[in-house]
Nanobody, 125 residues
Framework: QLQLVESGGGLVQPGGSLRLSCAAS????????IGWFRQAPGKEREGVSC????????NYADSVKGRFTISRDNAKNTVYLQMNSLKPDDTAVYYC??????????????????WGQGTQVTVSS
């Protein structure tokens, strides 16, 4: 059974850092793109970043460029989201999701097939 599990969320002060992990089981991520998305209360879900597992090309939302870094470990079937200089506006439930891709870059505005259960990130003093 295909499964994505997020971890690493928590409470952090403004300016702090967190690293989220997305571990896949039941399938290999080699021919997938993994995206990170977030949804704050009362707001629509927003694409944050994505990475193509085969090659490592990445894409970021403007709101997180320069602060967040997505990376992968194909051997561990895991994707990470390093979040630095966190702001209260980054507070949300963060989800990872997977979509199969081959000869193109990952996109944040597309339908992803598999989703994790989410992890809460709260940025507050």
């Amino acid at each position: 059974q295909l499964q994505l599990v997020e971890s690493g969320g928590g409470l952090v002060q403004p300016g702090g850092s967190l690293r989220l992990s997305c571990a896949a089981s039941g399938f290999t991520l080699d021919y997938y793109a993994i995206g990170w998305f977030r949804q704050a209360p009362g707001k629509e879900r927003e694409g944050v970043s994505c990475i193509k597992m085969n090659g490592g090309s990445t894409n970021y939302a403007d709101s997180v460029k320069g602060r967040f870094t997505i990376s992968r470990d194909n051997a561990k079937n895991t994707v990470y989201l390093q979040m630095n200089s966190l702001k209260p506006d980054d507070t949300a439930v963060y989800y990872c999701a997977a979509v199969p891709i081959l000869f193109r870059q990952c996109k944040l505005l597309e339908t992803y097939d598999y989703w994790g259960q989410g992890t809460q990130v709260t940025v507050s003093s």
